[in-house]
């Protein structure tokens, strides 16, 4: 039987909380082990974790609105979300992460990235189905993110740096605003070309 355009909404919206409860923990626990070491990066990550918080709260009411919320789509939702997780390989269900800072952000911002493309397919899924609400708010998460992976990505060269360093590597610090740039230009590239090709 095919679903409706409502279930195709609700579906996505589900493994979304999923997806977004698994990511809760690990960002509170990193935020608040990194307070003492690296302030500024665990700053970060306490915001972070405010946003994962606050979406959780709104897709919750947003769900429970809609009357998403029987107890088979959410364990369905949750079966969902841990595999889409570890089938890219992050790590943030493991809440007892035991590898070094440079790898815990790269797990990081894996787990971001499948959160962000998990609301550009509901953004997408919405608004072509005519949900103007859920657009509205799968956009707003989307944007959410953006930033905050555009944040983390500049973070991790000076994490990367930093524990080369404790490992009493002649890591050179200064190279730190060049992989920056570096990241810049691709980007830039990368929105060229697509604009050259039609596809934007």
């Known amino acids: 039987m095919a679903r409706s355009s409502t279930e195709a909404i609700d579906s996505y919206i589900t493994d979304m909380i999923s997806l977004e409860e698994h990511m809760e923990k690990p960002f509170r626990q990193q935020g608040d082990d990194l307070r003492d070491k690296h302030r500024e990066l665990a700053a970060e990550l ?37 595999s889409a997780v570890a089938g890219v390989g ?30 550009l397919m509901l953004h997408t899924t919405a608004l072509s189905l005519g949900d103007k609400e859920v657009a509205e708010v799968a956009q707003q998460h989307y944007n959410d993110y953006a930033r905050a992976v555009m944040t983390l990505q500049n973070m991790i060269p000076v994490a990367v740096v930093s524990f080369l360093q ?19 230009q691709a980007w830039s590239q990368g929105a060229e070309s697509l604009g050259q090709r039609g596809m934007r």
Do not use: C, W
């Not at 959780?56 to 969902?80: F, Q």
């Not at 035991?98 to 787990?111: F, V």
């Open 90 to 119: 992050a790590a943030v269900i493991d809440f007892l992460r035991t590898e070094k800072l440079p790898k815990d952000l790269r797990d990081d911002y894996t787990a971001m990235n499948l959160a962000t493309i998990g609301y």
């Open 46 to 82: 306490r915001t972070i974790h405010g946003l994962v918080t606050q979406h959780i709260t709104t897709l919750k009411h947003l769900r429970d609105r809609r009357d998403a919320g029987s107890e088979r789509r959410a364990a369905e939702g949750v079966k969902r979300a841990t």
């Open 166 to 184: 404790e490992e009493g590597l002649p890591a050179r610090p200064e190279v730190t605003g060049q992989v920056a740039r570096n990241i810049d």
